[in-house]
């Protein structure tokens, strides 16, 4: 079994940036795909970020390209995403995600999942 814990949430100002932070333990050896969710109230869990496989190819989100930016470190099976110039719009849980094989954008296809922090951006 493998468990999956965020950590970085917080309040920030509109403009502002927050760092996320994830970490996988247990039975880790065979992770592949990582990724970013997030769900606001009254909307359904939403796409952030992904990254896979020892090259790190990634995609984003239209609505956080540009700003966003998620990275990875295999080896220690962890995963971060760098949110800069923060809109209220993108106030949310946000859920790490991490699945042994490939997984695109949509959440059915992870395995692993983490319980949540939340990021809420002022204006």
């Known amino acids: 079994q493998v468990q999956v814990v965020e950590s970085g949430g917080g309040l920030v100002q509109a403009g502002g940036s927050l760092r996320l932070s994830c970490a996988a333990s247990g039975r880790t050896s065979s992770l592949y795909a990582m990724g970013w969710f997030r769900q606001a109230p009254g909307n359904e869990r939403e796409f952030v970020a992904g990254i896979r496989g020892s090259g790190g190819s990634t995609t984003y989100a239209d609505s956080v390209k540009g700003r966003f930016t998620i990275s990875s470190a295999n080896a220690k099976n962890t995963v971060s995403l760098q949110m800069n110039s923060l809109k209220p719009e993108d106030t949310a849980i946000y859920y790490c995600?991490?699945?042994?094989?490939?997984?695109?954008?949509?959440?059915?296809?992870?395995?692993?999942w983490g319980p949540g922090t939340q990021v809420t951006v002022s204006s």
């Open positions: 995600a991490m699945n042994p094989y490939y997984a695109g954008s949509r959440a059915n296809e992870y395995a692993y």
